[in-house]
């Protein structure tokens, strides 16, 4: 009877110690084809991010929700890691940033009908530009206050007031507008419409942060860029990449 109590403890506390395994909490907005709600396992971006993170032992949990309610959340402890992030000095101040996972190549839309040239920004003094709220972009551009820059919540905003001709010209990752004008029913039948300037802004790093203010900052980085770089070394990574179309 003593060594049943006994295997019976045991099985308890082994038990616990699944149960009480440390979760994590993923967040992104909607940024396909890097992260989506429609896409598969929610995007490339929360596939390599959660993959790091249950091979470093972690409960994971993805949720998707407009980006400037990421930034939001993850500073006051709603969520734990918001994950495509662009470098800037001054979100560094109140973000740990993880090693960089992916990158963007950022250009300028505009339509046909539109001449504009672009060599340096001060070529589109004038011109209205569409922004997201709360994005980082180029750090030339954000000091740029002789821009005229007009702030919307999403990509497809901003491309509907380029055909309706409110605005001059936006900017996004490549493959994301691509992707973007390509799915979406009323701005893929204008697809012809949409030009790319061939010179780009700027090509920038993807980063996780997770805000100061969470007591596991440290850790929860530290695991991430300490899998990531297991991930690569054994073709994990590439494989993920290669599978998912990127």
Not at 12 to 40: D, H, I, M, R, Y
Not at 147 to 173: G, H, M, P, V, Y
Request: glycine content about 4%; proline content about 2%.
């Amino acid at each position: 009877m003593k060594k049943i109590f006994t295997f019976v403890l045991v099985l308890l506390l082994l038990t616990t110690f699944v149960q009480a395994k440390e979760k994590v909490s993923l967040v992104n907005c909607e940024w396909a084809p890097f992260t989506g709600s429609n896409l598969k396992d929610l995007g490339i971006v929360f596939v390599l991010v959660k993959e790091a993170y249950v091979r470093a032992g972690y409960e994971v949990e993805e949720v998707i929700v407009p980006w400037s309610r990421c930034l939001d959340g993850a500073q006051k402890g709603t969520y734990d890691v918001v994950l495509t992030v662009w470098y800037a000095s001054d979100r560094a101040e109140i973000y740990e940033y993880s090693d960089p996972f992916m990158s963007n190549v950022i250009r300028f839309i505009t339509v046909k009908k539109k001449n504009i040239p672009y060599h340096t920004l001060e070529d589109l003094k004038g011109f209205k530009i569409g922004v997201i709220q709360d994005y980082v972009y180029d750090e030339a551009f954000m000091k740029a206050d002789y821009l005229n820059k007009i702030d919307a919540t999403a990509l497809e905003s901003n491309l509907k007031k380029l055909l309706a001709d409110r605005i001059d010209l936006t900017l996004e990752d490549e493959i994301v507008a691509r992707y973007t004008i390509n799915n979406d029913p009323a701005l893929k039948k204008s697809k012809n419409q949409f030009i790319f300037l061939d010179k780009e802004l700027s090509k920038k790093d993807l980063y996780v942060i997770v805000a100061k203010s969470n007591p596991r900052h440290k850790q929860l980085i530290k695991d991430f860029n300490e899998q990531l770089k297991i991930m690569k070394s054994k073709g994990i990574y590439d494989r993920l990449l290669k599978k998912y179309g990127f």
